[in-house]
Nanobody, 121 residues
Framework: HVQLVESGGGLVQPGGSLRLSCAAD????????MGWYRQAPGNGRDLVAT???????KYASSVEGRFTISRDIARNTVFLQMNDLKPEDTAVYYC???????????????WGQGTQVTVSS
């Protein structure tokens, strides 16, 4: 089965930058949707950004202009470049893959294990 492996979280000061990466292990797969969600303590899991194979990239209004999502389709990898980070961006960030096809295997929705991003001085 497909696993999503995330990296790039950490502690950063306000105004700083971080880049998250998420790679889907395996080969010969088609991943229609890749994206990032985040969950702060006491809150639900909220969309940060998504990028489909076909369609429009979407951002949460709170990150638009500061965060950029991109993907390497050939390597089944998605990135999140986060600039001008604010304390309210502190959360666990989860990678998401949607509508994943690998041979006869199909998954509607897959999640990474999460990576902590902390913005604090």
């Amino acid at each position: 089965h497909v696993q999503l492996v995330e990296s790039g979280g950490g502690l950063v000061q306000p105004g700083g930058s971080l880049r998250l990466s998420c790679a889907a292990d395996g080969s010969d797969m088609v991943i229609n949707d890749m994206g990032w969600y985040r969950q702060a303590p006491g809150n639900g899991r909220d969309l940060v950004a998504t990028t489909p194979l076909a369609g429009t990239t979407k951002y949460a209004s709170s990150v638009e202009g500061r965060f950029t999502i991109s993907r390497d389709i050939a390597r089944n990898t998605v990135f999140l470049q986060m600039n001008d980070l604010k304390p309210e961006d502190t959360a666990v960030y989860y990678c998401h893959a949607g509508r994943v096809y690998v041979g006869n295997y199909y998954a509607e929705s897959l999640w990474g294990q999460g990576t902590q991003v902390t913005v604090s001085s």
